[in-house]
């Protein structure tokens, strides 16, 4: 593929404007370096990045992170923020995979303890977590007055069933329930979906990792978040399943012809919108806000069923294993945050669609455990090479609206990786490396094969050296599995 042809303006090694011309209301700014803006320019993600810059109200800059890929709408890696008066709200700032997020767990295990147990660990885990796009657990029977309990409640309600305890909730972006949820916005259609897919991972590249703490960078911040080097992880990567694609699907037509009622001038068609402050804005936030909280509580419940995984594949009770969560963070959201814009603080609608928050230390949001040290901010890669653990820093939030990147970002297409792993075998590939993996079916595998992906570690060490995030820890995956 060509690369394009753009107006882009060097910063400095690790930023670079898009500047500001025709109808943008706002200059673009990327988080990249040299080789990897030269990939970058492979796709239509800046054109995208150009195209949510013509959006009213939006404040600061369009913003791109390292790991930015094209999507629907925003590109993936996409963040920008709107005033409250002026600004609007768009599904493809968000995405269909409303909070699709990241879990972190800790453990008081160390890798040689579980040494030659990882197949019983990873099958226990393949079994209690089901996999796959009509994955369901046989054993949770919701009505849909229950459903519509979750998306108002999140990951508390799944905590008040008896999954996990109220200590979860405080390592939990939004302490698991963002507010102004409202089911009676969700279509039946969604709810429908949502009735069995609670407590599953899904398919494309959501998964189950366990790992262990390969590196630390930062002893004392390392500490804080309950890490230590050999230290076995659990990393948990899903989100609000066939209820938030619905979700997404059905307000995609409603903002469609809110942007025409409201006279809003579209460069794309996928950037569909609504004012903020209009009916058809408050009511995707409000539905939005409960595919999130579904979210919340699907990986609340895959976390007690890792618990229990564990516990039956190592023969021991909680006490032994002490699974925690270090925290959980949404990669697609809509949020309401305080930002200083032009050295005022005002009231924002960040959209952060594959992008992390990162908030620094002491920042009201951030949880008590980590006023010390910054948000944490988890950064997961492809199934054969590693992840990251980061905190937020003073200059994500008074650059990026407290945002940083959210994964290794993809460099190939489904289509293409599948052509590439034809004749391989990616599971004995992963195995011979150490690495053991169960998958609903071999062509997940095949489509998210590591070299699908940019290197996590070249897209964390950008914004490590932009200062947007600091680096803590790096762990490695011993095994996965996958939907």
């Known amino acids: 593929m ?25 200059a673009g700014i990327v988080y990249a370096d040299e080789s990897m803006m030269k990939e970058i320019q492979k796709d239509e993600s800046l054109q ?21 890929h094209w999507g629907y709408g925003f590109p993936i890696g996409g963040v920008a923020a709107f005033d409250m008066e002026e600004g609007v709200v768009s599904p493809g700032g968000v995405g269909y ?19 030659g147990k990882l197949e019983s660990i990873v099958d226990s885990l393949f079994v209690n977590i089901p996999s796959g796009v009509g994955s369901h657990r046989k054993d949770l029977k919701l009505s849909q007055q229950e459903v519509k309990n979750v998306l108002k409640n999140g990951a508390q309600w799944a905590v008040s069933h008896g999954y996990g305890s109220k200590e979860d909730l405080e390592h939990i972006e939004e302490k698991g329930c963002i507010f102004g949820a409202d089911p009676e916005l969700v279509s039946s259609r969604a709810i429908e979906r949502g009735l069995a897919q609670l407590g599953t991972l899904g398919s494309g590249n959501h998964f189950v990792e ?6 630390i960078f930062d002893e004392e911040i390392a500490r804080t978040l309950g890490l230590e080097k050999d230290g076995i992880t659990i990393v948990v990567h899903t989100g609000s399943r066939g209820l938030g694609y619905q979700v997404c699907d059905d307000f995609i037509k409603v903002m469609i012809r809110a942007s025409g009622k409201y006279n809003i001038e579209l460069p794309d068609r996928q950037l569909c919108c609504a004012p903020l402050n209009s009916p058809e804005g408050r009511d995707y936030l409000a539905a939005m806000a409960c595919a999130a909280n579904y979210a919340f509580a699907n990986r609340q419940m895959i976390t007690h069923w890792v618990r229990e995984s564990f516990e039956r594949a190592l023969h021991v009770g909680p ?17 309401f945050e ?4 032009n050295g005022q603080k005002k009231r924002l609608c960040v959209h952060r669609k594959g992008a992390t928050r990162a908030f620094p230390p002491n920042h009201p949001d951030t949880p008590a455990a980590y006023k010390a040290v910054g948000q944490p901010v988890l950064i997961p890669g492809d199934m054969g090479r590693c992840s990251y653990v980061l905190v937020g820093t003073e200059k994500a939030y008074s650059d990026t609206f407290g945002s940083t990147c959210h994964g290794a970002g993809r460099v190939m297409s489904r289509n293409q990786a599948t052509k590439m ?6 599971a004995q590939e ?26 996590v570690t070249e897209v964390v060490d950008i914004v490590q050296h932009a200062g947007i995030s600091k680096k803590v820890a790096q762990l490695k995956p011993l095994c996965v599995i996958k939907g």
């Open 430 to 455: 992963l195995k011979e490396k150490g690495i053991l993996v169960r998958a609903d079916s071999r062509a997940t595998l095949e489509e998210e094969l590591p070299e699908a992906y940019k290197d």
């Open 338 to 341: 305080d930002h200083l814009v």
């Open 210 to 215: 366990v790992g262990y703490v390969s590196e």
């Open 2 to 26: 060509n690369e394009r042809n753009y107006k882009i303006q060097k910063i400095d090694d690790y930023r670079w404007r898009i500047p500001r011309e025709g109808k943008m209301r706002v």
């Open 97 to 115: 995979d409303i909070n699709c997020g990241v879990r972190l767990l800790s453990t008081g295990l160390c890798r040689m303890e579980i040494s």
């Open 48 to 68: 995208q990045v150009i195209n949510v810059a013509y959006l009213p109200g939006i404040v600061g800059h369009s913003l791109g992170m390292p790991d930015i």
């Open 319 to 335: 006490k032994e294993s002490r699974i925690s969560p270090v925290y959980d963070v949404c990669h697609n959201i809509a949020k």
């Open 421 to 426: 792993a034809k004749g391989r075998s990616i």
